[in-house]
């Protein structure tokens, strides 16, 4: 998806009543729809023009598998979303295809295109705060270790550090709530389990997302910290590539909640 706009790249047949409904029908609902063959060397030509590709599948097509695997590792590799269109004995082709994971709507026809598009609106604005820079709140009783995570984080995140769990409590009592909370399982006041609980007994809150932080991990340790149910957890020390790509596939997943990225 463009900055200044929505575009959705849309790929199939030329003359088709399915083309004829989405050409005129998403245009209607915001979004510049650009038409494609089922090309890989013409999608490739528009891979940044748009967070969103819309296929028309047809099976007999000896592109079909070709183009749907091009489009999965898209979805994997550049944080973007397909969606297909297909007839009945296509899906079930389709359903055994392993790129198939990363469609986030499948249409089978005939279908309704005011609910393909109210769909795209709102893929596109989960595109949309992906894309928004998040804030994230470390709390660790180590000044060092704080100084570090800011120094790994602060180009792709706004980072705030305090270095105690009642230094957190009165964070979040008087700034702008984070997107997420990486919490040191181990301090010596409130620990990180104790911390938890209070920002899941609080209403203000108890949505926002904690990953702990941990130093030890032996199983016995590491089955303690996963045994508090948080959204995840973190070993130190780690590296920035390490910790990037492991808070980058946290927030995939946190806003794409069908995807199922692959190692």
């Known amino acids: 998806m463009s900055r200044g706009g929505r575009n959705i790249v849309y790929i199939g047949q030329e003359k088709h009543i399915v083309t004829q409904a989405v050409e005129n029908r998403l245009p209607e609902a915001g979004f510049n729809v650009i038409s494609l063959p089922s090309d890989i060397d013409e999608i490739n030509k528009h891979r940044n023009s748009t967070d969103i590709f ?5 099976y007999t097509s000896p592109k079909t598998e070709t183009v749907m695997h091009y489009l999965a590792d898209l979805c994997r590799d550049d944080h973007k979303s397909m969606c297909l269109i297909v007839d009945n004995a296509t899906r079930a082709q389709v359903k055994k295809m392993g790129s198939a994971q990363w469609a ?6 005939p279908l309704d ?4 598009a109210d769909d795209l609106i709102e893929l596109s604005k989960a595109h949309d705060e992906f894309r928004r820079k998040k804030s994230i709140l470390v709390v660790d009783d180590d000044s060092d270790f704080l100084m570090i995570m800011n120094y790994m984080l602060h180009k792709n995140y706004n980072v705030a550090g305090v270095s105690s769990g009642v230094d957190a409590v009165m964070y979040l009592q008087n700034h702008t709530l984070p997107d997420l909370i990486l919490l040191d399982y181990e301090m010596p006041d409130l620990d990180g389990y104790d911390v938890m ?7 203000q809150t108890s949505g926002i997302p904690i990953i702990f932080l941990t130093a030890v991990d032996d199983r016995e340790s590491v089955m303690r910290v996963v045994k508090q149910k948080p959204d995840g957890y973190l070993l130190k020390p780690m590296r920035k590539s390490e910790l990037l790509d492991a808070l980058d596939r ?11 990225p692959q190692a």
């Open 113 to 116: 295109i005011n609910d393909v």
């Open 250 to 260: 946290f927030f995939v997943m946190n806003i794409f909640q069908w995807r199922m």
């Open 197 to 203: 609980q209070w920002l899941h007994g609080t209403p």
């Open 104 to 109: 986030a709507h499948i249409y089978v026809r």
């Open 54 to 58: 819309l296929c028309y599948l047809d």
